[in-house]
């Protein structure tokens, strides 16, 4: 079995084609991989946002509590999505809650450290704004669909 270092694994993820070495070797060194087992929360709204996870494996759900009603899943995300972006947005707080579906493999990006690298090298922070631009709008768009399933002329 090879192993692959978090560097292999962010160039081989389609988000990451188009950077080059030294944007893999900048952004790679604010990685881990982490694991979630199915049922366990993620991450709860409110908490810091000091983390960005990429699923490498597994399923996750976004979810948001509803009065009276438990938690609604707002978005399904599957291997190659990324988790959360709230952690680009000051005060960066979790918006939502994200609960592994499936036991889940992440690589697990310090946000901090990607902040700062970003500043530091600001061709690799319009690398990443180019990267995270899509998938916020991906994000929104797929939130507000799931809305209109929830509270469309079907659902009273």
Same mark, same amino acid.
């Given at each position: 079995?090879? $192993?692959? &270092?978090?560097?292999?694994?962010?160039?081989?993820? !389609?988000?990451?084609?188009?950077?080059?070495? +030294?944007?893999?070797?900048?952004?790679?060194?604010?990685?881990?991989?982490?694991?979630? &087992?199915?049922?366990?929360?993620?991450?709860? +709204?409110?908490?810091?946002?000091?983390?960005?996870?990429? /699923?490498?494996?597994?399923?996750?759900?976004?979810? $948001?509590?509803? !009065?009276?009603?438990?938690? $609604?899943?707002?978005?399904? /995300?599957?291997?190659?999505?990324?988790?959360?972006?709230?952690?680009?947005?000051?005060?960066?707080?979790?918006?939502?809650?994200?609960?592994?579906?499936?036991?889940?493999?992440? $690589?697990?990006?310090?946000?901090?450290?990607?902040?700062?690298?970003?500043?530091?090298?600001?061709?690799?922070?319009?690398?990443?704004?180019?990267?995270?631009?899509?998938?916020?709008?991906?994000?929104?768009?797929?939130?507000?669909?799931?809305?209109?399933?929830?509270?469309? !002329?079907?659902?009273?």
């Amino acid at each position: 079995m090879a $192993i692959h &270092t978090i560097r292999d694994l962010l160039a081989g993820h !389609p988000a990451f084609r188009d950077f080059d070495d +030294e944007a893999l070797d900048l952004i790679a060194g604010c990685g881990t991989n982490v694991h979630f &087992t199915a049922g366990r929360p993620i991450f709860r +709204e409110g908490d810091p946002a000091d983390k960005v996870f990429i /699923l490498r494996h597994g399923d996750a759900a976004i979810e $948001i509590a509803a !009065p009276g009603a438990g938690p $609604i899943v707002v978005e399904s /995300l599957h291997p190659g999505d990324v988790v959360d972006w709230s952690w680009l947005v000051p005060p960066r707080r979790a918006m939502s809650d994200a609960r592994a579906v499936t036991d889940v493999s992440a $690589i697990s990006l310090d946000a901090s450290c990607v902040l700062r690298k970003c500043d530091e090298h600001p061709g690799l922070g319009y690398q990443m704004f180019k990267l995270w631009l899509p998938h916020l709008a991906q994000r929104v768009r797929a939130q507000r669909l799931q809305l209109l399933d929830l509270y469309g !002329p079907d659902a009273r």
